[in-house]
């Protein structure tokens, strides 16, 4: 019983940690004026994020505004599916109605809305590129150079895009650690879609690991702008996993209050902000403060791409390498 009272005192302060971090996350995912002042630093970041906006607010939600409140009820009002005073012979026309009608709204998302959600899920992913390069400058242009952290070189400011190396063996490791963290979320993204579908708890362990996926999606941009390894930065993901964890909440939250096809216009707008908000960020300075304050107590690693890590290796252990013995 002696022992209960102390392992009961650090599991709070443990949790008040993580809450707190948590907590520090969702402010800075919030921070969204700091869009506002890049995009007054950068006119290229201005343009890219406008176009993000006029594509997938103005084009893609637009029509399915249109669609939901002009197309559909005009339809409806042509070719209804029901009609009181209607004699029972004209059931059948009524059915022809309603199929008729049914077949014209599929035609509508066949020939615009799917090839609409392909462009501009390519043409989004092109300019998520560009913003986030566009903002990195913007931020680097209007900072001074910062001496190394002690938790790794990760503020952005440490190394630029030039000093990554250009050999042609710097070359060879950047590509293996593309392609496997390529095989990694996609892997993580598998095991995401998975979880889903457990009974009772599935839909919040979803969301958690859909929180962690984004949160690390937003800062990947600024993390390979900056030249960190992908070592380094899974070892502070998951060192720092309540902060990412807060990060990601508001980036997924139309997954859950939106249809597919709404919330996908509406990440898509606002995915290029959090990306910014993360390439502003100095994550790894607001996680040393609390870590100071509680006396170095961390709160441990918790080994969130564990299982999508162990099938990537098995994946790329299969590929043809030939070993050179010394």
Not at 249 to 277: E, H, K, N, R, W
Request: charged share 15%.
């Amino acid at each position: 019983m002696e022992t209960i009272g102390p392992l009961i005192d650090t599991l709070g302060a443990k949790s008040k940690q993580a809450f707190l971090l948590w907590l520090e996350g969702v402010r800075e995912a919030c921070c969204l004026h700091r869009v506002v002042i890049y995009c007054r630093r950068s006119r290229e970041l201005a343009i890219r994020t406008g176009q993000c906006f006029l594509l997938n607010g103005f084009i893609f939600l637009g029509s399915i505004f249109i669609l939901k409140s002009v197309i559909i009820p005009t339809l409806q009002w042509i070719l209804p599916d029901q009609c009181p005073d209607a004699p029972c012979s004209y059931e059948g026309t009524l059915r022809f109605y309603s199929l008729l009608r049914h077949g014209l709204i599929q035609i509508f998302y066949v020939f615009w809305f799917y090839p609409m959600y392909i462009f501009s899920f390519i043409l989004s992913n092109i300019w998520y590129n560009d913003i986030a390069k566009h903002g990195f400058f913007a931020i680097e242009g209007y900072s001074n150079a910062e001496p190394t952290s002690k938790t790794g070189t990760l503020t952005s400011q440490n190394r630029s895009p030039t000093d990554k190396p250009t050999d042609l063996q710097g070359i060879v490791i950047g590509i293996a650690e593309q392609v496997y963290s390529l095989l990694l979320m996609s892997f993580f993204f598998l095991e995401v879609y998975i979880t889903g579908f457990v009974p009772f708890v599935g839909k919040a362990i979803n969301f958690v690991l859909l929180s962690w996926m984004y949160a690390y999606y937003c800062f990947e941009y600024k993390w390979n702008l900056s030249g960190l390894s992908l070592d380094k930065r899974l070892d502070f993901f998951e060192s720092s996993w309540p902060f990412f964890a807060g990060f990601g909440c508001p980036c997924i939250l139309a997954i859950f209050v939106f249809s597919p096809l709404v919330s996908y216009g509406v990440m898509a707008i606002l995915y290029p902000l959090f990306v910014l908000t993360a390439t502003g960020s100095e994550a790894d300075k607001i996680i040393a403060l609390p870590r100071r304050k509680w006396k170095g107590a961390g709160l441990g690693r918790v080994p969130i791409f564990c299982a999508a890590d162990y099938l990537s290796l098995r994946v790329l252990s299969l590929l043809p390498v030939k070993t050179h013995q010394q």
